[in-house]
């Protein structure tokens, strides 16, 4: 079992940044990819960024390149979402999880086996 806990998001103007945390328990992640989603009211729940614990590799979606970065740090146990330039649009509320398959399938929730409960971002035009 892997517990994971999302932290650090907020209200913020456009423009501004912030950063999620998402701190793991249970396990070491070093055999896992942790992936961060959101969902917007309404809408359905996309990946945003990804990353493969134990190579360090990389997936960020088309909307967030050059804006977001996607990092971990195995001491922490820890995964972070940094979020530039943050848009009205990038509102939403934003999970992470836990697979061990990292594959063509890294995009899709069902993947995933073990998820946060969500933490909410609001970007303020």
């Known amino acids: 079992q892997v517990q994971l806990v999302e932290s650090g998001g907020g209200l913020v103007q456009a423009g501004g940044s912030l950063r999620l945390s998402c701190a793991a328990s249970g ?7 942790m992936g961060w989603f959101r ?9 945003v960024a990804a990353i493969r614990w134990s190579s360090g590799n990389t997936y960020h979606a088309d909307s967030v390149k050059g804006r977001f ?3 971990r740090d195995s001491a922490k146990n820890t995964v ?8 009205p649009e990038d509102t939403a509320v934003y999970h992470c999880a ?3 398959d990292w594959g063509p399938g890294i995009g899709t929730e069902t993947t995933y086996d ?8 609001t970007v303020s035009s």
């Open 39 to 47: 969902q917007a009211p309404g809408k359905e729940r996309d990946l």
């Open 80 to 87: 972070y979402l940094q979020m530039n330039s943050l848009k």
């Open 114 to 121: 073990y998820w946060g409960q969500g933490t909410q971002v």
């Open 69 to 71: 970065a996607i990092s």
């Open 98 to 100: 836990a697979t061990t």
């Open 27 to 33: 396990r070491t992640l070093s055999s896992y990819a």
